[in-house]
């Protein structure tokens, strides 16, 4: 009689923001893999990697900028995948160790919401790659097709995000691998076609070449990895109890970093051969009829993006005190993005607009991702109070507002930092709206450090607070403890003088 391996089970995930009790985190390093690759196979990054190109930048500069940069920003996102495999916890409640327990629920409802917006984003992407599959084999629909098709993808999605963490690590099991087989043939026949300019380049020496290069970091360079860190922890957290943080760092760094630069530079290196920024047109252009059975599998690449926003903004809502069943969240989360989809398909120029919004709004991120890291391996050593995480719950807290979490419920420390980090990473950054333009950047040419100005400031700054309020704590203490001291010297020795004349004083009134 046979036995079926429980990790590779497609059972409904009825877990919440609770902790992963040990016998349910079943997941191994190499499913995290897979995860992450899938989510990471996408035509976004064609158009990211070739940006470099579309900014002055020589292939070679190019690929090196992104193989480089995401050393960095995937290796930051391995060491966040450790804190949830660590604790068992999602990310966002990770965060209440950090925020305090209502502190925490500022960057919660930051996260659902943006969370929610790329699944609408990302849905209307993929049109254009279906679109364009379809205007290949001869089938021209219009808006009605595009809402079929939209419906469809969305019924997709949708439905592995409801069933949750064991369907999505089902299925990117299955189909990442097939994908990154036919992704390997892309790559071999775009170096068999395409012969594009290693060192040709329209940005000169100096200035424009460094804003170049910055803002490629911001993009697809060190950005890429800082902008997956709030979903992080929200899938580590099913890790095998026995897994070494070494194995979870290695399998889910590698995950987005193989596929992140392998697709941009495959992007760069077709933009450098002539064939544009767009997603379809630069398959169509390398490879003609032989685009279509590609282009459907890399469609694969948003709705595994997708099937990941719409858990982790589950996740994100009931972190913040929302208390309904995690799938049911999921469905309202993915029929909220189904309108957001259908205000696109009809105005494709907003659609634009915002998906620009978006992609500036991260700029969030790199402040908050530093705070964490400090907090979580610099000041507590790694480790946290799992219970203390969900004490102080709003039904338990005193009418007085008194909390009883280890934690608190409002951070200042770590709330102020966060503030100021976001206006250091805006000071410095140059988005593709005026709004998203900071005062650095403009002064420095368009150069974009947001990611860097943001980190640093926040990260710092929560650092000198944390340790001088350490400091005053410590200091508040041995002072108690000494006057504690002194009384009692002082009303010992009182005592016992007290205690030695009484005698002398009855002697004499005695004799």
Wanted: with cysteine.
């Amino acid at each position: 009689m046979t036995t079926i391996d429980q990790s590779e089970a497609v059972r409904f995930d009825a877990h919440g923001i609770e902790p992963i009790p040990a016998a349910a985190r079943d997941s191994t390093p190499w499913q995290q893999f897979w995860i992450w690759s899938g989510a990471n196979i996408a035509p976004i990054n064609w158009v990211l990697g070739a940006l470099g190109i579309s900014l002055g930048l020589t292939l070679l500069e190019t690929v090196a900028v992104i193989a480089l940069g995401n050393l960095v920003g995937c290796a930051v996102f391995g060491l966040f995948n450790v804190m949830g495999h660590r604790t068992g916890v999602n990310q966002m409640v990770l965060g209440r160790a950090v925020f305090g327990r209502r502190g925490a629920i500022i960057p919660g409802l930051v996260q659902g919401l943006l969370a929610m917006g790329w699944v609408g984003v990302n849905t209307w992407v993929v049109l254009d790659l279906v679109m364009a599959i379809l205007a290949q084999m001869g089938v021209h629909g219009g808006t009605t097709l595009k809402y079929l098709v939209a419906g469809l993808i969305m019924v997709v999605q949708l439905g592995l995000a409801l069933f949750g963490f064991y369907a999505i690590r089902t299925f990117e099991k299955y189909t990442v691998p097939a994908t990154v087989l036919l992704m390997a043939v892309m790559t071999v026949l775009a170096v068999a076609q395409v012969h594009p300019q290693w060192g040709a380049g329209t940005a000169a020496a100096g200035g424009s070449k460094l804003t170049a290069v910055t803002q490629l970091l911001t993009a697809i360079g060190i950005g890429w990895g800082i902008s997956w860190l709030p979903y992080s922890a929200d899938y580590s957290r099913f890790i095998r109890v026995g897994v070494s943080d070494r194995k979870v760092f290695w399998s889910t760094a590698l995950g987005m970093y193989v596929p992140t630069v392998w697709l941009a530079a495959l992007g760069a290196y077709l933009a450098g051969g002539g064939g544009g920024a767009d997603p379809s047109s630069l398959v169509t252009s390398a490879f003609g009829v032989m685009a279509i059975p590609v282009l459907l599998l890399i469609m694969h690449g948003p709705v595994a993006t997708n099937i990941l926003n719409l858990y982790s903004c589950s996740l994100a809502a009931l972190s913040v005190g929302i208390r309904i069943a995690r799938w049911k969240i999921t469905l309202i989360a993915g029929l909220v993005a189904s309108v957001v989809l259908a205000v696109f398909v009809q105005a494709d120029s907003f659609a634009h607009a915002f998906d620009q919004w978006m992609a500036s709004i991260l700029v969030w991120i790199s402040p908050w991702a530093s705070i964490v890291l400090i907090d979580f391996f610099v000041l507590r050593r790694g480790r946290v109070d799992v219970p203390a995480l969900y004490d102080g719950e709003p039904s338990e807290s005193s009418l007085s507002g008194s909390s009883p979490s280890l934690y608190g419920l409002v951070n200042r420390n770590a709330l102020i930092s966060l503030g100021i980090g976001l206006v250091a990473a805006w000071s410095w950054q140059y988005g593709l709206t005026p709004a998203t333009q900071g005062p650095i950047a403009l002064a420095t040419n368009g150069t974009d450090f947001s990611w860097l100005s943001g980190s640093l400031v926040a990260g710092g700054l929560y650092w000198l607070l944390s340790t001088r309020t350490a400091r005053a704590s410590a200091t508040g203490q041995a002072t108690g403890r000494a006057a504690g001291q002194v009384t009692g010297r002082a009303t010992g020795q009182t005592t016992g003088r007290a205690a030695g004349r009484t005698p002398q004083r009855a002697r004499k009134r005695i004799g």
